[in-house]
């Protein structure tokens, strides 16, 4: 429980830390053991050790395990509702195609990558990627040239969405576990991503398409996504996959359905976004006193712009525009429902995240990190960065890195009194942190060099490097947000 006396001093408590952090890198590199059991494991091991009394340690697992589902599981549901809706009906397809005759032939990369950036708000980077390749490899057969000219600007565009904008489950989780505005961070993820996105994947991409002349491979590895895995994250051990399509459900690439248009899927992608951003900016304005934060009128936008609510309101727009002239009731059921499996591995392992974090704030281990840090000197979003960075770096997911670090780092940002705005750079900065140097144990290494038939070698010079740069772009970024407001 938060109200818990620490058992033992600053020194002991971190050493403590040290050690339930070590162990679960051993547990989840060495045994090979689940990530979310792991988590779990040393959630109660820690309690126990750390001196949190016997008869709370369950309810403060659970506590802390509760508070960040009730902040996660929602948004990537509805969100994976979303993705599905607009991927199986081929509003992927209709997106890129757009945008490629929009912008011509010279800038084909670029459009690539801006609906990619688009189609990547509600859907996870291996299903956006694998939805997407047909469509790249296809653009790079018509116009020449490398195939990674095509593949690097939207796989960093899904990428930095994955990482950096709700609803997707890491910066949701870290955003809940640090009570951080969602709106804000929604809206600094995509102020600071667009820019990141730019530099380090698109601009890398010119250069990474001239070093590297890579011909369009024949055919997708295998016909299919290798292992159901999301980027960065542990694999779903059940083998489900996010494929294209729905069990029992005919999708467009068999030529029985037709692709919504273009405005339609623009409408349905920005929705969320204009309610969530309403929201914020209705609570600004209220706590500046521009507007009556107690109007009748005033609370039921912002009810309507909560995430919860915002995402639900598309999921139920999307049921009804995409499925009126598709699908009938039942095969919209099974779309939405197929959309679930995928994603519940990953909302569990953030959720036991939340439990390490309510475990280490209620011992007094956050706190003695906090003491520390202030002591080195250390700004907190330096800090959340570097221990981001190395435990990505270690263990290999994405969603581990995120939530163990904003536990280790939440008593940290309430004693530092950080600022709202404060607050959602430190979010970004521990997904930033949460990116670099993919390598041999993250999962989108193996998907992305698997795909575009690339040797380890050459991912390592490609895929590593640019996740690299994005990483460090993010965190250049938020740093300078940060000193600004």
Not at 112 to 125: E, K, Q, W
Not at 204 to 215: H, M
Not at 299 to 322: E, F, H, K
Not at 444 to 449: C, E, R, Y
């Amino acid at each position: 429980m938060e109200g818990v006396v620490p058992a033992y001093g600053a020194g002991p408590l971190l050493l403590i830390a040290l050690g339930a952090v070590a162990l679960l890198l051993v547990l989840i590199i060495g045994l090979r053991l689940h990530a979310f059991v792991a988590l779990i494991l040393v959630s109660f091991l820690t309690a126990l050790v750390a001196g949190i009394p016997v008869g709370d340690v369950v309810s403060t697992v659970l506590e802390g395990f509760g508070t960040t589902l009730a902040s996660v599981a929602l948004l990537v549901g509805l969100g994976a509702m979303i993705g599905k809706l607009l991927e199986v009906t081929g509003g992927a397809q209709v997106l890129a195609d757009t945008l490629v005759g929009r912008f011509g032939a010279r800038r084909a990369p670029f459009a690539l990558g801006v609906a990619s950036l688009l189609f990547g708000f509600p859907i996870f980077f291996d299903a956006g990627f694998v939805v997407f390749l047909p469509i790249i490899f296809s653009v790079a057969r018509s116009f020449g040239g490398s195939v990674l000219l095509y593949a690097l600007p939207s796989a960093g565009a899904f990428a930095v969405m994955h990482a950096f904008v709700p609803p997707h489950p890491g910066p949701v989780g870290a955003a809940g576990i640090l009570d951080a505005d969602i709106g804000l961070v929604l809206l600094v993820g995509i102020v600071l991503g667009i820019p990141t996105w730019y530099i380090a994947s698109y601009l890398f991409s010119r250069w990474a398409g001239r070093r590297f002349e890579l011909p369009v491979p024949a055919v997708l590895a295998g016909g299919g996504q290798p292992d159901g895995r999301v980027h960065g994250d542990a694999p779903d051990p059940d083998g489900n996959t996010d494929e294209p399509g729905a069990p029992g459900v005919r999708t467009r690439a068999s030529g029985a359905r037709t692709a919504p248009r273009f405005s339609t899927v623009l409408v349905l992608l920005l929705l969320p976004l204009v309610l969530i951003l309403l929201n914020t900016g209705l609570n600004t304005l209220a706590t500046a006193g521009v507007v009556d934060g107690g109007a009748a009128t005033v609370g039921a936008l912002r009810l309507l712009g909560q995430t919860p609510v915002a995402l639900l309101i598309t999921a139920l727009v999307a049921m009804v525009v995409l499925g009126r002239e598709r699908f009938s009731r039942a095969e919209v059921e099974t779309i939405v429902n197929s959309s679930l499996g995928p994603v519940c591995a990953i909302i569990l392992i953030t959720g036991a995240g939340g439990a390490f974090g309510g475990v280490l704030r209620a011992s007094g281990i956050g706190d003695a990190l906090a003491e520390s840090l202030s002591a080195i000197g250390l700004p907190v979003i330096v800090a959340a960065f570097i221990i981001s960075a190395a435990l990505r770096i270690a263990q290999g997911s994405a969603t581990v890195a995120l939530t163990t670090t904003a536990g280790l780092i939440a008593p940290v940002v309430t004693a530092a009194g950080l600022s709202r705005i404060d607050v959602a750079c430190v979010v970004i900065a521990i997904a930033a942190g949460a990116t670099v140097l993919s390598h041999v144990n993250d999962s989108g290494f193996w998907l992305v060099g698997r795909f575009l038939e690339m040797d380890v070698k050459t991912t390592l010079k490609t895929w590593t490097v640019m996740e690299t740069l994005i990483g460090l772009v993010g965190f250049a970024l938020a740093a300078v947000t940060s000193v600004i407001f």
